[in-house]
């Protein structure tokens, strides 16, 4: 999404989804699964992260995106690892040392948390930011942080469907916002800052039938989870029947995270998974989502560091990325 004049106009005030496929990037360092983290980022930290965020920033990414995890049980440690930066004070800190790329959660497990409080913390970022945020949600997975905090493991869905409504009104213009549902209510309660925004976008994660569904009527984007490219074509046009069943007409940006990239010839094992080769092929095979009804892209590239990052990132920008 590209960042309204002055930050203020908001999800709304964009003029569809017409021009080039947009990219995004989730940030490394900032967690470290085993699923995904290069060895590089083990021993990195702040710096890097400053460096990464910049360097999206130059090369014309739409957004930068931090996950969240209060606490990694440990049965799971082994493999998600128990680095996971706050997303709130990762993306503020990243808000402070770049200009115009959008910070994303991707996702806050706002059922975690009173809406009142997650709230409070967002709208102060996106206020602190000048309007640059996305606020990207999802359900959770992990039992033990939800019992550790006091939350509803078992019926997570329907806390985030009640999460999300709440969130628009604490999220909307009123410094009074007022909401009256089945686990929260409030009113008569002052928030300021405002967010900057207009209308705070929602991104809603995942790829269950629960998710797709709750993208679908409630969100203003879709972040797929785990979808291969082959499965995303049967999601996008469920989130159409959806939306057309409910009376949805509001746009929605639509998602898909993409194989691994590797602008040019790797001189080392990049994975078989990993697209590479030249900027002309990368973008004709990223150009097929685009021919799907996937409006962005969050993008992942192997590095052995953290400048072999940054230079894959310019290159991106500066040769694949026209081509889109």
Do not use: N
Not at 1 to 14: I, K, L, S, T, Y
Not at 129 to 134: E, N, P, Q, T, V
Not at 238 to 256: F, I, K, S
Request: glycine letters at 10%; charged letters at 25%.
């Amino acid at each position: 999404m590209q960042v309204p004049p002055e930050g203020h106009e908001g999800h709304e005030g964009r003029e569809g989804h017409e021009g080039r496929l947009e990219y995004g990037i989730q940030l490394p360092v900032q967690s470290q699964s085993t699923l995904y983290a290069e060895a590089w980022e083990a021993d990195a930290g702040p710096a890097d992260l400053v460096e990464i965020a910049r360097a999206a920033d130059a090369s014309g990414f739409a957004y930068v995106a931090s996950c969240d995890h209060v606490a990694v049980p440990r049965r799971l440690a082994a493999a998600m690892s128990t680095v996971w930066y706050d997303p709130v004070a990762t993306l503020a800190f990243l808000a402070g040392v770049t200009e115009r790329v959008r910070l994303l959660s991707h996702v806050a497990v706002v059922g975690l948390r009173h809406p009142l409080a997650t709230a409070k913390q967002y709208a102060t970022l996106d206020h602190l930011s000048g309007g640059r945020l996305i606020l990207g949600v999802g359900a959770g997975h992990v039992r033990e942080e939800f019992e550790a905090l006091g939350a509803d493991f078992e019926r997570r869905g329907a806390v985030l469907d009640e999460c999300v409504d709440a969130l628009r009104a604490a999220l909307g213009p009123d410094e009074f916002p007022s909401h009256h549902g089945k686990l929260y209510d409030f009113e008569g309660l002052g928030q300021r800052p405002r967010p900057t925004q207009e209308r705070v976008p929602v991104w809603v994660g995942g790829s269950s039938p629960a998710a797709v569904r709750r993208a679908a009527v409630r969100g203003d984007g879709w972040l797929p989870q785990g979808d291969p490219r082959e499965r995303l074509p049967a999601q996008i046009a469920r989130l159409g029947q959806l939306r057309q069943e409910a009376g949805v007409t509001r746009p929605l940006t639509v998602g898909a995270i993409t194989e691994p990239l590797y602008v040019g010839r790797a001189a080392w094992e990049v994975g078989r998974r990993t697209l590479t080769g030249t900027p002309e092929a990368i973008a004709e095979s990223l150009r097929a989502y685009r021919a799907m009804g996937v409006h962005q892209i969050q993008v992942r590239f192997r590095s052995r560091s953290r400048a072999e990052l940054t230079e894959q990132m310019a290159a991106f920008g500066a040769e694949v990325a026209p081509l889109l």
